[in-house]
């Protein structure tokens, strides 16, 4: 597995750069049995899970300088907290990852395994074609760009379709990019409704116990448009995209807690 994204799945990139963004202290790692690693949760990220039942390693993050030479063979994580779509998104945390500086990375990866794992055209070819790659962005465009006016003028400059519309395209030129380096299995998530996490139900905007409900609509204009994305990305010789449907998952979770065993 190659995976990409923001803190939703990072495992300790931002370890390694000069950022405010970085998670390898406790209580983060509390229940997890590496203890503080860079995870921005107390225990597994759901792409730990998905190695787990894919019967994989855990990627190690990219910037680990033990990150070469055979380990590169289970795969590896490129995700960095604060990272968006667009460059500029969370640069007000200092260094990250973006999409296409993470791109650039993997670009690297492939490198390294023609050259030093020695894989010779075909082989690797045939090991990228097989391989996943899971890719995790969208909400810090949002949550760390678009709804920061006092720092950031995209707000100003686009309406909501309009601000989905420039995510979507600058998405696709790098998947575009991931299929042209070799990728052919995606896993692309969704946004959940970040009208209901913390950062925003403490701004005031949502009455108490309720989520702000127009961060959650202008949602709708992204998450539909990359699920259409993966239907026309479907459409290149060998290639297989998948949605994941996060703003659902989450919403189910939220709306019937008993079923997961909250109270």
Same mark, same amino acid.
């Given at each position: 597995?190659?995976?990409?994204?923001?803190?939703?799945?990072?495992?300790?990139?931002?370890?390694?750069?000069?950022?405010?963004?970085?998670?390898?202290?406790?209580?983060?790692?509390?229940?997890?049995?590496?203890?503080?690693?860079?995870?921005?949760?107390?225990?597994?990220?759901?792409?730990?899970?998905? *190695?787990?039942? !894919?019967?994989?390693? $855990?990627?190690?993050?990219?910037?680990?300088?033990?990150? #070469? @030479?055979?380990?590169? %063979? +289970?795969?590896?994580?490129?995700?960095?907290?604060?990272?968006?779509?667009?460059?500029?998104?969370?640069?007000?945390?200092?260094?990250?990852?973006?999409?296409?500086?993470?791109?650039?990375?993997?670009?690297?990866?492939?490198?390294?395994?023609?050259?030093?794992?020695?894989?010779?055209?075909?082989?690797?070819?045939?090991?990228?074609?097989?391989?996943?790659?899971?890719?995790?962005?969208?909400?810090?465009?949002?949550?760390?760009?678009?709804?920061?006016?006092?720092?950031?003028?995209?707000?100003?400059?686009?309406?909501?379709?309009?601000?989905?519309?420039?995510?979507?395209?600058?998405? *696709?030129?790098? !998947?575009?990019?991931? $299929?042209?380096?070799?990728?052919?299995?995606?896993?692309? #998530? @969704?946004?959940?409704? %970040? +009208?209901?996490?913390?950062?925003?139900?403490?701004?005031?905007?949502?009455?108490?116990?309720?989520?702000?409900?127009?961060?959650?609509?202008?949602?709708?204009?992204?998450?539909?448009?990359?699920?259409?994305?993966?239907?026309?990305?479907?459409?290149?010789?060998?290639?297989?995209?998948?949605?994941?449907?996060?703003?659902?998952?989450?919403?189910?979770?939220?709306?019937?807690?008993?079923?997961?065993?909250?109270?």
């Amino acid at each position: 597995m190659f995976i990409f994204g923001d803190s939703l799945v990072e495992v300790g990139n931002n370890n390694y750069l000069s950022s405010i963004a970085k998670s390898n202290y406790f209580p983060y790692g509390i229940d997890f049995n590496r203890g503080p690693t860079g995870r921005f949760c107390n225990g597994k990220t759901f792409v730990d899970i998905l *190695a787990e039942l !894919l019967g994989l390693p $855990y990627p190690p993050a990219f910037a680990d300088p033990n990150t #070469a @030479g055979a380990r590169l %063979l +289970g795969g590896v994580n490129y995700a960095s907290a604060a990272a968006g779509i667009l460059d500029e998104t969370g640069q007000h945390y200092g260094q990250r990852y973006s999409l296409r500086q993470q791109v650039a990375n993997f670009e690297t990866t492939v490198y390294q395994l023609r050259t030093t794992v020695g894989m010779g055209g075909g082989n690797l070819s045939d090991f990228l074609g097989k391989s996943m790659a899971v890719l995790v962005f969208g909400s810090n465009d949002y949550i760390n760009n678009y709804l920061m006016p006092a720092i950031y003028s995209s707000s100003f400059n686009y309406s909501p379709p309009q601000f989905a519309n420039l995510l979507l395209n600058n998405y *696709a030129r790098q !998947l575009v990019a991931l $299929y042209g380096l070799g990728l052919r299995k995606f896993l692309l #998530a @969704g946004i959940g409704p %970040l +009208g209901c996490i913390p950062n925003q139900r403490a701004s005031g905007q949502s009455p108490p116990d309720r989520c702000v409900d127009y961060v959650n609509q202008m949602l709708g204009t992204f998450n539909e448009g990359l699920h259409s994305l993966v239907d026309q990305l479907n459409r290149q010789p060998g290639a297989m995209y998948a949605f994941g449907n996060t703003y659902a998952a989450v919403g189910d979770i939220l709306n019937n807690p008993a079923t997961y065993g909250n109270v």
